[in-house]
């Protein structure tokens, strides 16, 4: 597994050609002006993407832009992490096809806390450099008139309804665009304006949807003082049934560990298809791209080894939450494939691993006699009758905590007491190979 690229470190890397190098990974899908490739590989840029405030995590999609910053940190350019703690108060039309909820300005505030942590903790634990800014530090006390002064003079009301972000909502007779959401194009722009002019930012990234607002900015920058900005966006990420990108079965997957755990996290790549998988190794990890076209040809060969999916995992595991914890959910996902121990796994991740199949319950009272397996078995609905279970038993085919309920024994080895339990709270039954369930001690 290797290690990522060190950044933010004395001296900085000499740069490199940025479009080059995101175009190889799959992450370009417009550039404003194929110029910046040059001028990016002859000096650092300044770029910054910004994100929004609608949780105090970011989920895997979110980490498509973030990568962006990822990769530029890495070819010796300077990536600023916007947060939208002001435009956020008003919401982004892009994309939508209604208007978003506005957010209480406390929710706001404590969504801008949790997630310039995050970012701060997730690219420092990578040895990239972050700066992490809130654009609430100059929009949230904007004075209106001379705002449309010195920034709402410079666009036509004709010019922002061509953009597609407006008129896709125009064009929705019974949802329409309210006048706050068509302001913000005009404040995304004025974002941009500001990091040029305190940070010397040339460079704003975004999905494909921000097309609008970026190149809003970059006329803004040239008209306000004659230096050519530029916009690169990447694509828009959908999985093969075409729902949006970042999503499992029991929702959004968050980069906050408290939301989803890194086992969770784990198996979200995990379950990604053969094909996805091969690209997205290229998209979401800082792998080597000479080693993602080795993994990309081995796997091609034999596609049962599912090894795209285990670097895909193990890699953005380790990038969000650290070697340690991506080791871990390994290990637990290994056990389902038989090819680790019950006995490795901590109570909190033994109870995630199985969160998902069937299980039941068992007085504590009812531990201080041995309890027969065949009336486990039963109770979690893995067998449905007596004679079933025999003659699963008499195939080997059962099994609890990885011990065998022997064929021969008519008992079925008389059964277990609290002893017996992991953490003294848990009992793992399996019928066959993949065919689980768990059973739980509760007090009573």
């Known amino acids: 597994m290797s290690p990522p690229y060190p950044m933010g470190e004395s ?66 350019h300077r990536p600023i992490f916007l947060l939208g703690g002001g435009t956020g108060r008003i919401g982004d039309p892009s994309g939508r096809e209604a208007e978003r909820p506005l957010l209480g300005l406390d929710e706001i505030e404590a969504n801008v806390r949790g997630m ?28 209106l008139v001379g705002f449309l002064r010195d920034v709402g003079k410079h666009f036509t009301v004709n010019w922002m309804m061509a953009k597609e972000s407006v008129r896709a909502r125009l064009e929705d007779r019974e949802q329409g665009i309210s006048f706050t959401e068509f302001s913000y194009m005009l404040l995304q722009a004025y974002d941009f ?9 040339r460079l704003q990234t975004g999905g494909s949807d921000q097309w609008g607002n970026i190149t809003a900015g970059i006329e803004l920058i040239r008209r306000r003082t004659g230096v050519q900005a530029f916009g690169l966006t990447c694509p828009l990420l959908t999985t093969p049934d075409g729902k949006k990108f970042g999503k499992s079965v029991q929702g959004a997957v968050w980069l906050d560990a408290a939301r989803t755990s ?26 080597p791209m000479e080693e993602i076209e080795a993994v990309r040809a081995e796997s091609a060969k034999t596609p049962e080894t599912r090894l795209a999916q285990r670097r895909l995992a193990a890699e953005a595991t380790a990038f969000v939450h650290g070697r340690e914890a991506a080791a871990r959910a390994e290990g637990a996902s290994r056990v389902l494939f038989g090819e680790g121990s019950l006995r490795d796994l901590d109570a909190a991740t033994l109870e995630e691993v199985f969160a998902d199949v069937p299980s039941a319950a068992i007085p504590r ?41 022997k064929g021969d024994d008519p008992t079925a080895g008389a059964g277990v007491g609290i002893e017996s339990f992991l953490h003294g709270k848990f009992l793992v039954l399996r019928r066959g190979k993949k065919d689980y369930a768990l059973v739980r001690v509760v007090e009573g």
């Open 262 to 287: 890194p086992y969770r996290f784990y198996q979200f790549w995990m379950n990604q298809g053969d094909a996805l998988a091969s690209s997205l190794l290229a998209a979401f990890t800082l792998l």
């Open 116 to 143: 310039k942590a995050q970012i701060e903790r997730l690219l420092g634990q990578n040895g990239l450099e972050v700066e992490v800014l809130d654009n609430a530090a100059w929009l949230a006390d904007l004075d």
């Open 365 to 405: 009272s009812e531990l201080v006699k041995t309890v027969a397996f065949v009336a486990l078995f039963l109770k979690t609905g893995l067998v449905k009758s007596v004679s079933e279970f025999r003659r699963l038993q008499g195939q080997g085919a059962l099994t609890w905590n990885e011990t065998r309920i």
């Open 193 to 201: 304006l500001r990091l040029h002019e305190d940070r010397g930012c």
């Open 11 to 76: 001296p900085r890397p000499a740069p490199r050609n940025l479009v080059e190098v995101l175009r190889r990974r799959g992450l370009v899908h417009q550039v404003t002006d194929e110029a910046l490739g040059p001028l990016s590989a002859k000096e650092p840029v300044t770029a910054y993407n910004g994100f929004d405030l609608s949780a105090p995590s970011l989920h895997a999609g979110s980490l498509y832009p973030l990568m962006i910053l990822a990769h530029a940190a890495r070819c010796g």
